[in-house]
């Protein structure tokens, strides 16, 4: 496992989960400006992360430390609610448009009520992704083991703050 994790990585499983043709007809550096944005606005999200994930250096877009598999899913889904909000607050999706040679009106209320459930069933998902990730994680043989044994740690336990990695 490497030492960093590039933003590209992210980015990657992002585009893996979205369908945008606007991404693919925009500059390599149009479509990272874009893409950046929605990674920088998903972080958020992430609400108790096991690594310091404000931790990168954005001259080289990658991270300080190495994000597991999950984080970098994570942010990735997060990034996906950020992008579908985008979308609910496009100026094409309020304004209300004709259509058809007898100029009926299309149903923009209906389509954004359908991208308000859609971004609420992607919240939903990442929060249960968060709730996994938080109850589990790989102890010294690389085994998936529950995170319950740590309820009982007094709060404040410097070893779990930002600094403990399990290895795997």
Avoid: C
């Avoid at 001259?59 to 579908?84: C, F, G, R």
């Avoid at 589990?136 to 404040?156: A, I, Q």
């Amino acid at each position: 496992m490497s030492d960093t994790t590039s933003f590209s990585e992210i980015y990657e499983v992002f585009f893996s989960k979205i369908t945008d043709d606007m991404y693919m007809e925009l500059e390599r550096e149009d479509t990272e400006k874009l893409v950046g944005e929605l990674f920088v606005n998903a972080l958020h999200w992430f609400e108790f992360p096991r690594v310091d994930i404000y931790d990168y250096d954005s001259d080289t877009s990658s991270y300080n430390i190495s994000l597991s598999k999950e984080e970098i899913n994570i942010i990735a889904h997060y990034m996906i609610v950020e992008w579908l909000g985008q979308q609910l607050a496009s100026v094409e999706n309020t304004r209300m448009k004709y259509s058809g040679s007898d100029f009926e009106f299309t149903s923009q209320a209906n389509h954004m009520q359908k991208l308000q459930s859609m971004k609420k069933d992607w919240e939903r998902i990442g929060f249960h992704l968060q709730r996994l990730y938080k109850r589990r994680e790989k102890d010294n043989e690389g085994k998936v083991v529950p995170t319950m044994s740590h309820l009982m740690e007094p709060y404040g336990f410097e070893e779990r703050a930002y600094t403990r990695r399990p290895s795997g």
